[in-house]
């Protein structure tokens, strides 16, 4: 190899990693959200602190969350299968507890459909709604609604909402309902891929529309 060609190849070494770098640098631009890119509605909401509580949907979802709602001050408190009785304890404390302290600006709670059959519903849902006077509340009611029983617990969601001005309903069983077949997994029943993002823009939806 020539002196020049040499040369030209130890440079060429040397630039590589400011070329990865920069790369870097710029993915992280762009996965940044930008204010003035975003739809007026989720612009306003970037900075706002948002606290997510589900079950299995919000963990499936959870990336579809993190983009519907980047910019947000957002944690998410979410695992398989629980009941709002027991959903809202992580760790042995109760979140809703634990963040009374501090409350939320924002609070979505995801747990409906572990809730058929649980006689204390009502009680349960009023002692939630007790720990957050002031914060907007986002209650995710749960589907199919055809189901006499997640009808009925529905029926609470919607009550506490009519009663409450600081609760409002994110209607998933509406939006699913027309959209079951590419929505849901037909041989699980989980959450497609378009099922997550449905979801996830279903809560944002609500919050952008309520919690303004």
């Not at 995710?140 to 001005?165: K, L, T, Y």
């Not at 099922?195 to 952008?208: P, Q, Y």
Request: aromatic letters at 4%; a negative charge.
């Amino acid at each position: 190899m020539s002196p020049d060609a040499k040369r030209r190849s130890q440079l060429a070494l040397l630039a590589a990693p400011i070329v990865w770098i920069g790369l870097i640098g710029t993915i992280a631009l762009l996965a940044s959200p930008d204010p003035q890119e975003l739809s007026e509605e989720v612009a306003a909401l970037v900075g706002r602190d948002i606290v997510v509580v589900g079950d299995s949907l919000v963990v499936d979802a959870e990336p579809q969350f993190r983009t519907v709602l980047a910019g947000t001050e957002l944690r998410i408190e979410a695992a398989p299968g629980r009941p709002l009785s027991r959903g809202l304890e992580i760790d042995g404390t109760l979140v809703l507890d634990e963040l009374d302290d501090e409350p939320p600006e924002i609070v979505v709670i995801a747990l409906a459909r572990n809730d058929i059959g649980d006689d204390d519903h009502a009680v349960q849902v009023a002692s939630a709604m007790d720990s957050f006077p002031e914060s907007c509340v986002i209650w995710v009611n749960g589907a199919p609604a055809a189901n006499d029983a997640m009808r009925a617990v529905n029926d609470v969601i919607d009550d506490a909402a009519a009663q409450r001005s600081n609760v409002h309903v994110a209607d998933w069983a509406t939006a699913l309902d027309p959209r079951t077949d590419t929505w849901l997994s037909e041989r699980s029943g989980a959450l497609t891929d378009d099922g997550r993002w449905g979801f996830a823009r279903t809560v944002a939806d609500a919050i952008s529309t309520e919690c303004l």
